[in-house]
C-alpha cells in the first residue's frame, strides 16, 4: 500500500496522469476529504482537471498551482492560499473559500461563484474575474484593503482605490454599488 507522503509526492509531479492517479488514489483511500492534506505545501502543482469534489484543501499553499478545469464542487478551501494560481473554467459550485487568499488569480470562465463565495474571500486584488474583467474592489475584502493601507492608500478615496485596484474611478464605483452581481459563465 502507497503512503499518505508517497501519494503527496505525486501531486507534486510534473506529469500529469500521475497527478490525477494520486488524486484518485487519495479519493480512494478516504484521504482526499479526511483534513490529511490540511497545511501541506502544493505551490506551482498541476493539478489541471482534477477531480477534487468534497476535497478538504484548508489552509493548502496552492500558489501558483494550475487547477484550471479541476471540479472544486463542494471543496473545503478555507483559508487556501491561491495567490497566482489559474482556475480557467474550475468549478467552484459550493467550495467554502471563507478567508482564501486569491492573489492575482487567473478565474476566467470559472464557473458557479456566487457573491457569497467572493464575499468570503480574505484578498482578490489583480485576479481576473470569471467574465474576463479585472477585479474592480466590489466585495471590500479584508486582505485587500490591509494592502492599500500597507501601500498608504486612502482607502476612504474612490480615485486612490480606483488607482490601486487598476480601474477607472467610474468602474471603481459602479463595483461599490454591484455586490451582488453574479458571474454567470456558460
Not at 71 to 90: C, F, I
Not at 133 to 150: E, H, I, K, S
Amino acid at each position: 500500500m502507497i503512503s499518505k507522503i508517497e501519494l503527496i509526492n505525486k501531486l507534486q509531479s510534473l506529469e500529469s496522469k500521475n497527478v490525477l492517479k494520486a488524486v484518485e488514489d487519495l479519493r480512494n483511500c478516504g484521504m482526499l476529504g479526511d483534513g490529511s492534506l490540511r497545511g501541506i505545501a502544493l505551490c506551482q502543482a498541476v493539478l489541471q482537471n482534477a477531480d477534487l469534489k468534497e476535497a478538504d484543501l484548508c489552509f493548502v499553499d496552492l500558489h501558483q498551482a494550475n487547477l484550471d478545469n479541476a471540479d472544486l464542487s463542494h471543496a473545503r478551501l478555507q483559508a487556501v492560499k491561491l495567490n497566482r494560481a489559474s482556475l480557467q473554467a474550475a468549478n467552484l459550485e459550493d467550495a467554502d473559500l471563507t478567508n482564501a487568499e486569491l492573489y492575482k488569480v487567473n478565474l476566467r470562465g470559472a464557473r458557479n461563484l456566487t457573491c457569497g463565495q467572493f464575499s468570503s474571500l480574505n484578498a482578490l486584488f489583480g485576479s481576473i474575474m470569471p467574465d474576463g474583467t479585472v477585479y474592480d474592489g466590489r466585495f471590500n475584502l479584508n486582505g485587500d484593503l490591509a494592502r492599500a493601507r500597507w501601500a498608504t492608500v486612502d482607502v476612504d478615496d474612490p480615485k486612490s482605490m480606483a488607482e490601486f485596484y487598476g480601474v477607472t474611478v467610474d468602474m471603481y464605483m459602479q463595483g461599490q454599488g454591484k455586490k451582488t452581481m453574479v458571474f454567470a459563465v456558460a
